[in-house]
């Protein structure tokens, strides 16, 4: 550390890193304690980086390797429950298979860290990136968050340590990255200093909640119909308090950091002005951004938005950026079958956000990119061009798939 | 609203450079690996912006399986690059591809839905092939599909490496194919830039592997239409609503095999029979882990080298010295039936089989049954005699 202009400024150590071995290196950085493994691609490339970090003698933690992923998260539940600091995760199907400790993990407000590596959901066998994995755990109380760049990874797994064991807060939090072109992307990371982290980060500390023979408590007991409305109402009044938490988390660790984060929330880019928006969440950002930067070049108004966390949805925010445009083209990597509008998951949230507004943008719905097809730059200004169009021949909540042989 | 076609172009595709390199799966990974690495930290000593990634819809845990990995470097914003390249499943082209196993000219096929594609695919306008290698250009250009357009073929002096395997012993491929490329495009990476970053990322010790990789490439300007037609054809996949409901495929019909996914580009080395001296055990038959073996009429075993993707395994088995022999790939043109021309003309086929295996073999230390190193066999024997 080096000061500069009266201000401790980070020794900045910069690495080539995949997004999980970015996500590897804060786990090893937030000196997490018990972490439990089972491989599924993509996000086996995470456990493989944590247990090098374990075998080269960098990072000491217990690192359990379980029979499935159900067990794998049943493990990393109790462990958080007696105290110790945790990391998990797990991809596409694999993380389906762990659902019930998933969902328990959550009413139990159990402060788990897990990395979604965003894999399609076999059937059919496909590696690549789907947001369906992640979202299904939309409505169990999980906190949500999709990181765009391997830089982003590493920040905002130390941003979730922060937010989930926050005595406020005490929710898991789940770390969704497009697999293949975040989990397995090298790209230069900065890595901050184990002091720094130190300072951001408390100690975890459960309080009276911590299962231990000295505390005599019991977790989760039977309760049916006498209890289960209460619990539902306590947890659902915590989730009000975590958006305060992350705004404060993200504030801190750039004064601790020295490094600008931006909106927690989502990120702006050339919505100064924009008339339309394109949204999208993780990777397809980057082609996002390449279109919309061609067509500012020619004079057209259009931007991108592209939200962060995603449970808790940021509604009033949202609402406020993108009442201002008078179209959107919402981009899923995703699929509701049978949902309304026939549409995908963000574009289902999205329209709904804006209904109380007084402005009703054209709202168009594009699936795109499943399974880890490439969403190019062509597909990304096609779709802005249909969004266009949409709005032109006031052609409302319309849902085109975008990428497929037809 | 412009039209869509004039507006791909408006970012200067000169602007970022691509490399990739074309490897076997597990054997060569981490070497494929450490070359776009280096690269990409090369690049941010002469400040600019790269990043690198392996196409991830490729097999690398697979042994033999031919896949890339890739190096992107511009003199960009980092967000700016990453917009224009940084969610790609693969480069639209590259400036340079870099092979590491010269038997992957003859073609890859990394996926059963890809189809066996020319090495030089992605090679642009004025690119470079380069390839490790102990033959010239113009050999390799012989398995290499023509293009409409000028590029080079260049070759550094090599075998195929396993540099970064276990425990194999580190040759310094990684060092020498770097300073080749420094050699053939200073605009991608200079040689010096190299020679600050090779001894932190790679080890000191390979700075003259780097020096001499510069030195040493042989670099061929390859004109439109050199090359051969390609014979195969790029697999067209239905749309949407051509196939069946809850994801029925057709299969192999029983004793059949995939017409559709043959493998025989994973294979650095092919089995070569002598069946004047097989003794018909049918051990090559039974341990093939690929079913490549097809029992004949007279009771000897012809193999498809369509399907056999040269694992050895036949050889290590074969119980007679010399009658199953691992031979370069680059040393056939055709997958053809060995049995066939065995039956064709006896002594021909013999003579043909004995002159591809050379003198230089490889031998397999176990004797099949006893687990026993051949040496030691060989001496306890003499002791009993």
């Known amino acids: 550390m080096t000061v500069v202009e009266g201000k401790l400024v980070e020794s900045q150590k910069e690495e080539l890193l995949t997004g999980c071995e970015a996500v590897a290196h804060a786990v090893m950085l937030a000196d997490v304690d018990v972490i439990s ?54 991809s596409g199907t694999g993380w ?30 496909a590696f690549g990136v789907e947001h369906n994995d992640a979202l299904t755990v939309r409505d169990l109380g999980w906190l949500l968050v999709w990181a765009s760049t391997a830089q982003e990874s590493l920040d905002t797994t130390l941003i979730a340590y922060r937010v989930a064991e926050d005595p406020k807060v005490m929710f898991p939090t789940a770390l969704a990255m497009d697999g293949g072109f975040l989990t397995h992307s090298q790209h230069m990371v900065r890595i901050p200093s184990q002091s720094l982290v130190r300072k951001f980060l408390p100690a975890y500390n459960l309080g009276d909640r911590r299962l231990h023979p000295d505390n005599p408590i019991s977790i989760a007991p039977q309760v049916n119909e006498d209890w289960v409305m209460e619990i539902r109402m306590q947890n659902a009044e915590a989730t009000k308090r975590v958006p305060a938490v992350i705004d404060k988390a993200y504030r801190e660790f750039e004064d601790v950091f020295g490094r600008e984060l931006g909106n927690p929330w989502l990120e702006e880019y050339m919505m100064e002005d924009a008339e339309l928006a394109i949204v999208g969440m993780g990777t397809l950002a980057m082609p996002a951004k390449a279109a919309v930067k061609r067509l500012r070049s020619r004079g057209t108004k259009v931007g991108l938005v592209r939200p962060k966390w995603f449970r808790p949805f940021p509604t009033e925010l949202m609402q406020k950026v993108l009442s201002r445009v008078s179209a959107i083209g919402v981009v899923d990597r995703d699929f509701s079958y049978g949902s309304p509008y026939y549409g995908g998951v963000l574009f289902n949230e999205i329209r709904s956000t804006l209904y109380s507004s007084k402005n009703h943008p054209t709202i168009a719905n594009f699936i795109a990119g499943l399974g880890g097809r490439e969403i190019s730059i062509a597909d990304m200004i096609k779709m802005i061009q249909l969004t266009y169009e949409a709005e032109e021949e006031g052609k409302d909540g319309q849902v085109k798939w975008m990428g497929v042989r037809e | 609203m412009g039209k869509i076609s004039t507006l791909l172009d408006e970012v200067a595709e000169a602007d970022i450079k691509n490399v990739e390199v074309n490897y076997r799966g597990i054997f060569q990974k981490t070497l494929a690996r450490k070359i776009c690495k280096t690269l990409v930290y090369a690049a941010k000593e002469e400040e600019r912006t790269g990043f690198s990634y392996g196409r991830y819809s490729d097999a690398p845990e697979r042994n033999g399986v031919p896949c890339k990995y890739f190096a992107v470097v511009a003199e960009m914003s980092e967000e700016d690059l990453e917009a224009e390249a940084g969610a790609k499943i693969e480069p639209n082209d590259v400036n340079v591809s870099i092979v590491v196993d010269d038997t992957m000219v003859k073609g890859v096929e990394p996926w059963g839905f890809s189809g066996i594609r020319p090495i030089n695919e992605k090679v642009k306008l004025g690119g470079t092939l380069l390839v490790v290698s102990e033959r010239s250009p113009l050999e390799l250009l012989k398995n290499v599909a023509k293009k409409d357009f000028p590029y080079k073929i260049a070759v550094v002096p090599g075998k195929h490496s396993f540099s970064g395997l276990w425990v194999y012993k580190d040759d310094f491929t990684d060092a020498r194919v770097l300073g080749a490329l420094a050699r ?136 007679v010295p010399n009658t199953i022999v691992m031979v370069d790939e680059l040393k056939f043109e055709n997958n053809d039936s060995p049995y066939h021309e065995y039956k064709k003309d006896k002594e021909a086929y013999i003579e043909w089989a004995d002159q591809k295996m050379g003198e230089k073999r490889v031998n397999y230390p176990f004797v099949t049954g006893t687990g026993l190193i051949e040496e030691n066999v060989k001496k306890n024997d003499g002791e009993k005699g």
């Not at chain 2, 029983?254 to 994973?266: L, S």
Request: charged fraction near 25%.
């Open chain 1, 96 to 125: 389906m298979y762990a659902m019930e400790a998933i969902a328990v993990t959550a009413s139990d407000r159990l402060p788990v860290v897990a990395l979604v590596g965003n894999r399609a959901l076999d059937d059919p066998g």
């Open chain 1, 37 to 90: 493994a089972y491989p599924i691609r993509p996000y086996t490339e995470v456990m493989d980086a944590v247990s090098k970090l374990i075998a080269d003698g960098k990072f000491f933690a217990e690192y359990i390797i379980a029979d499935g992923e159900h067990s794998q998260f049943e493990i990393v539940k109790h462990a958080s429950a007696v105290g110790a600091r945790v990391f998990v995760g797990s």
């Open chain 2, 184 to 319: 053939i495009e200073p605009d991608i990476v200079g040689l010096e830039a190299l020679r600050k970053v090779v001894p932190e990322k790679l080890g000191a010790e390979k700075i003259d592997a780097l020096n001499d990789g510069y030195k040493s490439v042989i670099i061929k300007s390859i004109a439109p239409g050199e090359g051969i037609d390609w014979p195969y054809s790029i697999p067209t996949l239905p749309k949407w609503h051509e196939f069946k409901e809850g994801i029925v495929v057709k299969s192999v019909a029983r004793g059949g095999r995939n017409e559709d996914y043959k493998r025989f580009t994973t294979r650095t080395m092919r089995p070569v029979i002598r069946f004047d001296t097989c003794i018909k055990c049918d051990l090559c038959w039974y341990a093939c882990p690929d079913e490549c073996f097809d029992p004949t009429p007279d009771g000897l075993f012809d193999v498809n080298y369509n399907y056999c993707v040269g694992c050895g395994r036949c050889a290590e088995v074969c119980p």
